[in-house]
């Protein structure tokens, strides 16, 4: 069987978080508003005799973004006039970028591959047709034409659905820790565009013809789309027959793709210069200070934690996929070193940090994907969760206990020590009512006694557990283990 190897490209669309739209004043409400045409202006909606003026933040963003992924920012660059007709584009044409972008080439890092960045440019986002059910026309809402849009542009170094997958990903976290856009797919703030070809081995990477797939709107869809156009374009190929140049779409519901219509070239837009915007020139000095207030990257604060904290990467992985997070545990750091410092709690500083990290990727993760809310929604605070693994670390609860702390604690936001004390969780400190329990066991339970003195080490579990069960929870599973080896002999 003839090898085929793919060649994947992609073009992201990013819409960006600025105060008001590109070339007007209108509110940036970023396509979301509840009411149509309701963000809009004589500019934005392409009256006669209005003229656009560049948006400094949504460049500055997009300048930032380009610093997040290596990028060489351009000193010189400029808008131009892309020409095509549709009912949403109010003027006829889109301002866009064409020849001198804001920002060449860069890269990024997905495992152990370097993907390539083409540009990254700056346009306008168009307004959005509504289709009324049984009607025979179409409404225009223009709340969205006019929205800073950013788009970049890949080099044809993917390979597989899910590289493709991982690098949306990670470009969907280094956004969201710049704090330009959410880039959330479903809300459309980042939509996904794939190129793919497939060539023989030993033949030139770009020979096989592309076909492009169009508005992918979901990190699982990119992956399903690219991995199932592979496998169409090498069964073609593979009946001696020739791939077409056409532009997909994803249909949901069959799980394939399906053509849309043939894909226009580049001279079809007849781009030329703006002519109501200036060039636009940038000193060394601007762009130097970008770069040195730009945030702590994912990448960086990941290995920051890794050696700073002494984390597995696993759990720094999890930790720092949201930047909301991150900062909320290096909070929780914080007030665990500053609660060591005062004697207020005992157990040693790494041993705290790993416990309030094993916490976060178990039991908090596990609260915030059963409500479906990010840290940002959660009533526990920093300080709060800080003597919750204190209490825990120095042995004032067990485990168990702590899971039903944290939990009342995520309901109410309540404070760790009165959930205790209300609940009465503190661990059993009397050794003596420890030792009648677990004779009380011990007795009730003659033939996992007997099996365990036979050798089967799994009767211990089974007669720690009915300690457990019997002290209510309370008791030190350490003690309870040391008792019970002790008067089993």
Same mark, same amino acid.
């Given at each position: 069987?003839?090898?085929?190897?793919?060649?994947?490209?992609?073009?992201?669309?990013?819409?960006?978080?600025?105060?008001?739209?590109?070339?007007?004043?209108?509110?940036?409400?970023?396509?979301?508003?509840?009411?149509?045409?309701?963000?809009?202006?004589?500019?934005?909606?392409?009256?006669?005799?209005?003229?656009?003026?560049?948006?400094?933040?949504?460049?500055?963003?997009?300048?930032?973004?380009?610093?997040?992924?290596?990028?060489?920012?351009?000193?010189?660059?400029?808008?131009?006039?892309?020409?095509?007709?549709?009912?949403?584009?109010?003027?006829?044409?889109?301002?866009?970028?064409?020849?001198?972008?804001?920002?060449?080439?860069?890269?990024?890092?997905i495992e152990d591959r370097e993907i390539g960045i083409t540009r990254i440019h700056m346009e306008e986002d168009t307004g959005k047709l509504v289709h009324p059910k049984g009607a025979d026309h179409s409404l225009v809402d223009f709340n969205r034409a006019g929205v800073p849009l950013m788009e970049l542009v890949t080099e044809p170094d993917?390979?597989?659905?899910?590289?493709?997958?991982?690098?949306?990903?990670?470009?969907?976290?280094?956004?969201?820790?710049?704090?330009?856009?959410?880039?959330?797919?479903?809300?459309?703030?980042?939509?996904?565009?794939?190129?793919?070809?497939?060539?023989? *081995?030993?033949? @030139?990477? %770009?020979?096989?013809?592309?076909? =492009?797939?169009?508005?992918?709107?979901?990190? +699982?869809? /990119? $992956?399903?789309?690219?991995?199932?156009?592979?496998?169409?374009?090498?069964?073609?190929?593979?009946?001696?027959?020739?791939?077409?140049?056409?532009?997909?779409?994803?249909?949901?519901?069959?799980?394939?793709?399906?053509?849309?219509?043939?894909?226009?070239?580049?001279?079809?837009?007849?781009?030329?210069?703006?002519?109501?915007?200036?060039?636009?020139?940038?000193?060394? *000095?601007?762009? @130097?200070? %970008?770069?040195?207030?730009?945030? =702590?990257?994912?990448?960086?604060?990941?290995? +920051?934690? /890794? $050696?700073?904290?002494?984390?597995?990467?696993?759990?720094?992985?999890?930790?720092?996929?949201?930047?909301?997070?991150?900062?909320?545990?290096?909070?929780?750091?914080?007030?665990?070193?500053?609660?060591?410092?005062?004697g207020e709690v005992k157990a040693e500083e790494a041993k705290l940090i790993k416990l309030a990290a094993n916490y976060f990727v178990s039991e908090l993760q596990k609260h915030l994907v059963k409500n479906n809310q990010q840290i940002s929604d959660v009533k526990i605070s920093a300080e709060n969760y800080a003597e919750l693994i204190g209490?825990?670390?120095?042995?004032?609860?067990?485990?168990?206990?702590?899971?039903?702390?944290?939990?009342?604690?995520?309901?109410?936001?309540?404070?760790?020590?009165?959930?205790?004390?209300?609940?009465?969780?503190?661990?059993?400190?009397?050794?003596?009512?420890?030792?009648?329990?677990?004779?009380?066991?011990?007795?009730?339970?003659?033939?996992?006694?007997?099996?365990?003195?036979?050798?089967?080490?799994?009767?211990?579990?089974?007669?720690?557990?009915?300690?457990?069960?019997?002290?209510?929870?309370?008791?030190?599973?350490?003690?309870?283990?040391?008792?019970?080896?002790?008067?089993?002999?």
């Open positions: 069987m003839t090898k085929y190897i793919p060649v994947i490209g992609m073009e992201i669309h990013v819409e960006l978080k600025t105060k008001s739209k590109m070339f007007c004043s209108c509110k940036n409400g970023l396509g979301m508003e509840t009411e149509p045409n309701v963000n809009i202006c004589p500019v934005c909606t392409a009256q006669p005799g209005t003229l656009p003026v560049a948006n400094a933040q949504a460049i500055e963003f997009v300048q930032k973004a380009g610093l997040a992924l290596n990028c060489k920012i351009a000193e010189n660059s400029k808008f131009d006039r892309k020409n095509y007709f549709y009912p949403d584009i109010p003027k006829g044409y889109q301002i866009s970028q064409y020849d001198q972008p804001l920002c060449g080439l860069g890269h990024i890092q993917i390979e597989t659905g899910k590289e493709a997958r991982l690098f949306c990903q990670k470009l969907q976290q280094i956004f969201r820790y710049l704090e330009i856009s959410d880039a959330d797919m479903e809300k459309g703030h980042m939509r996904c565009e794939v190129n793919i070809s497939l060539h023989k *081995e030993g033949e @030139e990477k %770009l020979s096989g013809t592309k076909a =492009e797939i169009k508005n992918l709107n979901s990190f +699982r869809v /990119v $992956e399903k789309a690219v991995d199932y156009e592979i496998l169409r374009q090498t069964e073609i190929l593979e009946k001696g027959e020739k791939v077409i140049q056409e532009t997909m779409g994803w249909d949901e519901a069959r799980g394939v793709t399906v053509t849309q219509r043939k894909k226009e070239s580049a001279h079809d837009y007849r781009y030329f210069p703006e002519p109501d915007i200036p060039p636009m020139r940038f000193a060394v *000095e601007y762009v @130097e200070n %970008l770069r040195r207030h730009l945030p =702590e990257l994912p990448d960086a604060k990941a290995k +920051r934690f /890794v $050696e700073e904290y002494n984390l597995s990467p696993e759990n720094v992985s999890l930790i720092t996929s949201d930047r909301d997070l991150a900062k909320y545990f290096e909070q929780v750091v914080s007030e665990l070193q500053e609660k060591k410092q005062s209490l825990l670390a120095d042995g004032i609860i067990n485990s168990s206990a702590g899971q039903i702390v944290l939990e009342e604690m995520y309901a109410t936001g309540g404070d760790p020590s009165q959930i205790i004390e209300a609940k009465n969780l503190a661990q059993m400190d009397d050794s003596g009512e420890l030792e009648k329990i677990v004779a009380e066991v011990l007795a009730k339970n003659q033939k996992s006694v007997d099996d365990f003195k036979a050798g089967k080490q799994n009767a211990l579990q089974f007669l720690m557990g009915q300690v457990m069960s019997a002290s209510k929870g309370k008791a030190n599973p350490k003690m309870v283990i040391d008792s019970l080896k002790n008067k089993l002999g």
